[in-house]
């Protein structure tokens, strides 16, 4: 039993926890609003919507994002299709078996055409009356054959996210952060995948940042109430932008 005096160490405070809410298009958009409703009802903000903006977008669609910025909703860019039709070499076609199908666009480019892709998203919210975004999220956090020094010289995010953690483009800072995910469409990546979230919430207990990816059918897949737990869990909630600001993330 310590004494009176003894002293004691303090515990590690909470991470800030980065809620976003992936995969966000025309055709998600009914499902995205009921997941944006059960993230309130859990008192969850702020949330940044990953848009993926080459997809076929109407005025309506354009509209409700809007509205959606209105409420507060932060946008960042999430690729340009969010889809490959045609995949690279040996990596990209591992990858996509493994991990990512074939979401993982930037794979099947070369810095040139990952530079282009990332000049044409950004172009695409200023077009339809948005800020541009300050967070751009490669599909399945893959940026492909790009180095941090094109990033930060040619490429016009402020931050991109990869599956590591994120790169501060202004400064070169590389901040690791654990990441949790739910997206268990299957049985066979129900196991997997709470294996990853377990060793990340024990990562969480000495990290400074978490992240917590959500995709548009995680609360309907097995893991909903691993999701739901985790955002009771981890409750100190800030935007990508408090990683540069707050210097416990730093």
Not at 41 to 55: D, S, W
Not at 149 to 173: M, N, S
Request: charged fraction near 20%.
């Amino acid at each position: 039993m310590p004494t009176p005096d003894a002293q004691t160490t303090p515990p590690a405070p909470e991470p800030l926890s980065l809620v976003s809410v992936h995969d966000v298009m025309p055709e998600t958009l009914n499902v995205v609003e009921r997941v944006l409703a059960e993230l309130a009802a859990l008192q969850v903000e702020p949330v940044t919507l990953l848009v993926v903006p080459g997809r076929d977008w109407s005025a309506a669609d354009i509209e409700r994002l809007h509205a959606l910025v209105q409420r507060g909703y932060r946008l960042a860019a999430h690729g340009w299709l969010h889809h490959c039709d045609r995949l690279g070499g040996l990596y990209h076609r591992l990858h996509a078996r493994l991990l990512s199908r074939r979401v993982a666009e930037h794979l099947a480019l070369d810095t040139e055409g990952i530079l282009e892709l990332l000049h044409r998203s950004r172009h695409w919210f200023v077009a339809q009356g948005f800020a541009a975004p300050t967070l751009y999220v490669p599909p399945a956090w893959a940026m492909g054959a790009i180095t941090r020094t094109h990033l930060r010289a040619a490429a016009p995010f402020a931050q991109y996210e990869v599956f590591g953690g994120i790169y501060v483009a202004k400064t070169g800072q590389f901040i690791s952060t654990p990441m949790l995910g739910y997206e268990a469409d299957s049985a066979a990546r129900v196991p997997p995948l709470r294996l990853w979230n377990a060793f990340n919430r024990w990562r969480a207990q000495r990290a400074k940042v978490l992240r917590i990816g959500i995709h548009p059918y995680d609360f309907d897949y097995a893991l909903a109430q691993d999701l739901r737990a985790d955002l009771s869990r981890f409750r100190r909630f800030r935007e990508y932008a408090a990683v540069e600001d707050d210097k416990s993330a730093s």
